[in-house]
Structure formats: structure tokens, C-alpha cells
């Protein structure tokens, strides 16, 4: 039993080094939820109902501080060259921390520090020169860090040689292991001689820490910062140029090359919690027009074409009538359903039905109201506007090249019916002949020229050529001809006798 325990007991202390969910966070660094890895102060918060960063606040808007795991890298590790390190520790973000009796410095090496009061959104950087108890020799360590125009420097907290203790008593406040951060058996060679050798100051956008340590020197320094993460619209970062001959520098627990220019992340953000236009909503929290700042779930719906409070419907409270119109679409009496500008005119009922300002007859939908010129256009049956152009019924023709029925003809080029011949050259019946040219039927013939039949053989159209013969028979005469074979059979009968 003791061989199967013994293997565990050897990993409860790197548990309890990582944490119980193994994140590098623990309960008294801050981690709310130690069963969980995805919460942690070192995430970002993102917008899906968690307290990711253990902030205490969900979903909250604009960018999260970025700060070390509750095991940062204090000091280095025994060196017997001449690299050293230099250590910086993103440390807590508080929104409100009580300085009063702590000075903060704009420039130790002239004395030059403002009194501290209460400070509010103020994110902590510590930044240590350990050099540890082997190193040979001293090591220059020149620190600048450049802030974008969001990020204000408030000012240094150090710790001098004369034993001031400002430093530590802001440990348990922004220290990410919650305890003292001193090195054992170096605590009163924490600070910074405030000669020219070792300096830090700030002005305007910069910080610069500079630091020249031997073997077991260890100067240090916290510059505070302040900013609102609310407002920030993307990372907040800044430059870090390390001059000298460090080859190392350690960022909260990681190794990075030493000197040069560097990039830190101060504060990281999920797009959807930040307040893009200022007006206290973020996407996350419902702001469906995060370029507007008219435009979010605290405002009131005006009727405008706009969903103005972002609660998926536009211009709610405006269609009294529920017709599907609001005033400010149109609709010109929200008392009535029947009253819209989709809606019918009725030409009696002395209202405008559909809200285009005119009533009635004189409703350009109303048949008898208006015609509105006199050039094209006829609204009803009863009125021509023109004598060129367009009629509007068979009982009034208006020019002579249109005709609209078969009662009236307007010219002589044109024939409407067949009981009135316009002119000479077309003939519209048989009954009625108009010229010598044509014959409308064998029984009347108009000239001298053309036969109207053959069968009629006594009449004559014209003196043309005629058959030469003449005879006495009749349609009568036929009889005799069909009496003549009889004839000759009697005939034949007498001779046999």
C-alpha cells in the first residue's frame, strides 16, 4: 500500500505548484474556479456567460488585463557567468487602490515624486533586476517601456536604501502569488541606491528603469499605470527596449532573448466586449449597432425606421391601428385600419383613404376627377382633350383620320359600311354602282367595254365581236328535236311495206 502512495505523494506539491486544475493559478492568486482551467486571472474574458478572468464580472465590456500566473519567476536561478536577469511581472489590475502616504515618483534621481492619493483602473508592472549571488561582475540593465496614448504612467514606487518599505506594503495589493515578494536573505537590497547609477523615471508616454547590479544585487522597482480597459477597441501593448548586456530577460515565467526590442500585451479583448461607440453596451451585452451610439438596449424606441433599443422590431408602438403603417411611414390616421397608404381611395366618403393628400374627386384615382392635359392623356369616356390624337367613344370623332364607328366617315379615302360609297374609285356593294370601270354583277352593265355573261346571248355590253348567226328557235324548239328519231322510224316502216 505504501508503494502505491508513494508515487502520489511526490505529486501533491506539483498540484498544489500548478494548482489543483493544473492552470498555474491558484485559490489565494486568484483563480475562481481552481476545477476549472478555462478560469483564470490570466484569460481573457469572452463573451459566453462565464467570469473567464475572475474579475468577479461577467461578460464585461472592453479588453481584460493581462497579469502573470500565481508563480512567476522571482529570481533567477544561480548564475556564475556574467548574463544575469531581468525580470517583469504583469501584476494585477485594480480598479480603485489607496496611495495616500505612498509617493509616486516621475524621477528618483532628482527627487521628483507627487503624493499619492486614491487612484482608480490602475494596472501594476514590477520589474527586478536580480543578478543573484554568483554573478561575476555588475550588470547595466537599461529598461524603456513606450505606452500607446490610451495608457497614462502614474508614476514609480521604489524602495531606497534607507529602508522605506513602499514597495512591499503594495504586495499583497497587486502581487499575482498574493504574498511578499521579497528574496530571502536580500530584503533591504531591494530597492535603488538613488544615485545615478540606478534611476527611474518617467516622462510622458515613456518609463525607464535603469539598474546597475553586482553579485546578490537585486533593485526593483513598480511602475503603476492606469487606462480603462472599457474603452480600449483591440490589445493594448507596449514596447519594451532593453540596452546593456543583459542576456536575459524573464516575462512573468518565460524566457526571452535579452537585449533588443520587445512587444508586451498590457490588456487583451474579445471583439464583442468592447463598447465600440461609447455608449455603455457591447455587442456581448445586446448593443445591435455598436457604431451608433443613439442606437443600444437602454434607449427609448423613437419612430424613425430604426430599432433604436435593439429589441428586434422597429419603430414598436407606433402603428396604433395595426395596419402595418406607422405615422412616420405614412400613414396619415393611426386611429383607423381602413386608412393607410396601402389602402383604396373611396371616392364618396370624404376621407383620403390612402393618405396621398387628395380626397375624393379630386383623387387622381376617382373616374371623372381630373384630365391632365390636353395633349395624351383622357381619364373617362366623356371628355376629349384633343382633336389629334385621342378619341374616347364612337359618338364624337375628333379629326378626319380616325374613325370610331360605322355610322360616321370622316373622309373619302376611307369606307366604314356598305350602304355609303365615299368616292369613286371603290365600289361597296352590288347594288349600287359608282363608275364605268367596274360591274358589280351580271345583271347591269356599266359600259360598253366588258361582258358581264355568255348565257344572256341577246344581250350585249359593248360592239365588240358577236357568234355570226341568227335562228328562229326557241327554248321551245327543242321538243321538235327530240321528236325526230321517232319520225324516222316511221318513216323506215313505210318503205318495208
Known amino acids: 500500500m505504501r508503494f502505491y502512495l508513494f508515487p502520489l505523494i511526490l505529486l501533491i506539491p506539483g498540484l498544489a505548484f500548478a494548482g489543483a486544475d493544473g492552470d498555474g493559478f491558484t485559490v489565494p492568486g486568484g483563480d475562481c474556479d481552481d476545477a476549472d482551467a478555462a478560469r483564470n486571472p490570466g484569460l481573457l474574458e469572452i463573451c459566453d456567460g462565464v467570469d473567464n478572468d475572475c474579475d468577479g464580472s461577467v461578460d464585461e465590456i472592453g479588453a481584460t488585463p493581462v497579469q502573470c500566473n500565481s508563480f512567476p519567476t522571482l529570481q533567477a536561478p544561480a548564475d556564475s557567468s556574467s548574463s544575469g536577469a531581468f ?82 506594503a503594495l504586495d499583497t495589493t497587486f502581487s499575482v502569488t498574493g504574498a511578499d515578494l ?136 407606433f402603428d396604433a391601428d395595426s395596419d402595418g403603417f406607422t405615422t412616420c411611414a405614412g400613414d396619415c390616421d393611426d386611429t383607423s385600419a381602413a386608412v393607410s397608404p396601402a389602402a383604396a381611395e373611396v371616392c364618396t366618403n370624404g376621407l383620403d383613404d390612402d393618405c396621398d393628400g387628395t380626397i375624393d374627386a379630386a383623387d387622381a384615382d376617382c373616374a371623372g376627377g381630373d384630365d391632365d392635359d390636353d395633349d395624351d392623356d383622357d381619364d373617362d369616356g366623356a371628355d376629349d382633350d384633343d382633336s389629334a390624337g385621342d378619341d374616347d367613344d364612337a359618338a364624337d370623332d375628333d379629326d378626319a383620320a380616325d374613325d370610331d364607328d360605322a355610322a360616321d366617315d370622316d373622309d373619302a379615302a376611307d369606307d366604314d359600311d356598305a350602304a355609303d360609297d365615299d368616292d369613286a374609285a371603290d365600289d361597296d356593294d352590288a347594288a349600287d354602282d359608282d363608275d364605268a370601270a367596274d360591274d358589280d354583277d351580271a345583271a347591269d352593265d356599266d359600259d360598253a367595254a366588258d361582258d358581264d355573261d355568255t348565257v344572256a346571248v341577246g344581250d350585249d355590253d359593248d360592239s365588240g365581236p358577236e357568234c355570226g348567226c341568227s335562228s328562229a328557235l326557241t327554248a321551245d324548239s327543242t321538243v321538235g328535236w327530240a321528236l325526230l328519231p321517232l319520225i324516222g322510224l316511221v318513216w323506215r316502216r313505210r318503205r318495208a311495206l
Not at 496611495?99 to 507627487?114: A, E, Q
Open 182 to 317: 521579497s528574496i530571502p536573505g536580500y530584503g533591504t537590497n531591494m530597492e535603488l541606491s538613488g544615485s545615478g547609477s540606478d534611476t527611474a523615471f518617467i516622462a510622458f508616454e515613456q518609463a525607464d528603469f535603469d539598474s546597475l547590479a553586482g553579485a546578490g544585487g537585486a533593485d526593483e522597482a513598480r511602475l503603476l499605470v492606469s487606462y480603462d480597459p472599457a474603452t480600449a477597441t483591440g490589445p493594448l501593448t507596449f514596447t519594451v527596449q532593453v540596452n546593456g548586456t543583459l542576456q536575459n530577460i524573464i516575462q512573468c515565467d518565460a524566457q526571452l532573448p535579452g537585449s533588443g526590442s520587445f512587444t508586451m500585451e498590457l490588456a487583451g479583448s474579445d471583439p464583442d466586449l468592447v463598447d465600440g461607440d461609447g455608449d455603455g453596451f457591447s455587442v456581448c451585452s445586446g448593443d445591435c449597432n455598436d457604431a451608433q451610439a443613439a442606437v443600444n438596449p437602454g434607449q427609448v424606441e423613437a419612430c424613425n425606421a430604426v430599432d433604436d433599443n435593439c429589441d428586434g422590431s422597429v419603430d414598436e408602438g
Open 87 to 168: 525580470m517583469v511581472h504583469l501584476e494585477k489590475f485594480v480598479d480603485t487602490v489607496d496611495l495616500t502616504g505612498i509617493p509616486l515618483y516621475s524621477n528618483t534621481g532628482v527627487g521628483v515624486s507627487s503624493p499619492g492619493g486614491v487612484e482608480t483602473q490602475v494596472h501594476s508592472i514590477l520589474v527586478r533586476n536580480w543578478q543573484g549571488n554568483q554573478v561575476n561582475g555588475s550588470i547595466d540593465a537599461d529598461f524603456v517601456m513606450t505606452f500607446p496614448p490610451s495608457v497614462t504612467p502614474l508614476g514609480w514606487i521604489v524602495q531606497f536604501n534607507n529602508g522605506s518599505a513602499d514597495v512591499r
